[in-house]
């Protein structure tokens, strides 16, 4: 298999199962799943080629574990990172001491101001690993390394998730529990 053409239909499928379904003119349910056989129809129509037995490599391959299949395998969808409105029927979780996110230096101003907000996304994205953020953080401009007091957050009320894939995830992040390092 091609490694480029693996990389270039995956970065497809994020963008149409997290953010633009209607491209390819499919409709997730509430929940964010697509039928899986008429999301390969689609896509085939759409140009991108793509079989069951390419997805599934896809899905299993991924290095962030992007997408999942529902239990019984007819339905996919993405694991976190949307900005149309699902609800991945996420339970909150007590999250560790801390959480980072990786940031550019340009958006530091406005985040030590407005705290960290989920922007086009549903959620803000947080992870226990400092490395994966320093990735994230590295895709918008010189690296900023944040962490945040995520369990003094959950004493105080606020919620947290984690994505099947391992992502936490939250509403706002306000200013003062954030700490650059
Ligand atoms: C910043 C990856 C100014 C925020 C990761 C970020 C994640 C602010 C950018 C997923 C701000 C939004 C998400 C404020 C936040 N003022 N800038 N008040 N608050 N920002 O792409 O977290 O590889 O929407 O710091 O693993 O970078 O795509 O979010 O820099 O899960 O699967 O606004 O992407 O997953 O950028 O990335 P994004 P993100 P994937």
Redesign the pocket.
Known sequence: RNHSDMIRKSKFL?KVMRHEPSIIGVLPDKNGWIDVDLLLDRCNHYGIELDLKTLKYIVESND?K?FAFSKDQTKIRAS??HSIKVDLELKPLTPPEYLY????KH?LK??F?????????EY??L?RDIK?ASL??K??GKLILLRVLAEEMHHEGYFFYRSENN?WLTATVPARFIKQI
């Open positions: 994020s962030k992007r976190q990172g996110h990786g940031t550019a958006f406005s985040i101001r407005d705290g960290l907000l989920p922007g086009k996304r803000v994205h992870t994966a994230v953080g895709r918008h992502v």
